[in-house]
């Protein structure tokens, strides 16, 4: 089973930067899309981005669109989101996992808040 370790956020104020990592274990990291997703107090989880297995395409929700970017390392078995222009609607405990079901099981989270 592929173990999910989420790393890389924190206390950041609107208008900053964050790149958070995801980590995984095992060999089938480089053949599955990859997805972020974050969770807000009181709010379903939404997707933020996804990638697919070679890193030769990405989707961004329209809310992050132009200020978040995915990308992949593979042979880390890595995944990275790097957030710019941080507003405070993208605090949340921000998640990755692959781009199918099933989910493999859920890592930790890494929360992100923006606040001033």
């Known amino acids: 089973q592929v173990q999910l370790v989420e790393s890389g956020g924190g206390l950041v104020q609107p208008g900053g930067s964050l790149r958070l990592s995801c980590a995984a274990s095992?060999?089938?990291?480089?053949?599955?899309?990859m997805v972020w997703y974050r969770q807000a107090p009181g709010k379903q989880r939404e997707l933020v981005a996804r990638?697919?297995?070679?890193?030769?395409?990405?989707y961004y929700a329209d809310s992050v669109k132009g200020r978040f970017t995915i990308s992949r390392d593979n042979s880390k078995n890595t995944v990275y989101l790097q957030m710019n222009n941080l507003k405070p609607e993208d605090t949340g405990l921000y998640y990755c996992?692959?781009?199918?079901?099933?989910?493999?099981?859920w890592g930790q989270g890494t929360q992100v808040t923006v606040s001033s």
């Open positions: 095992g060999s089938s990291f480089s053949i599955n899309a």
């Open positions: 996992n692959r781009g199918l079901l099933p989910w493999w099981s």
């Open positions: 990638i697919t297995s070679g890193g030769g395409s990405t």
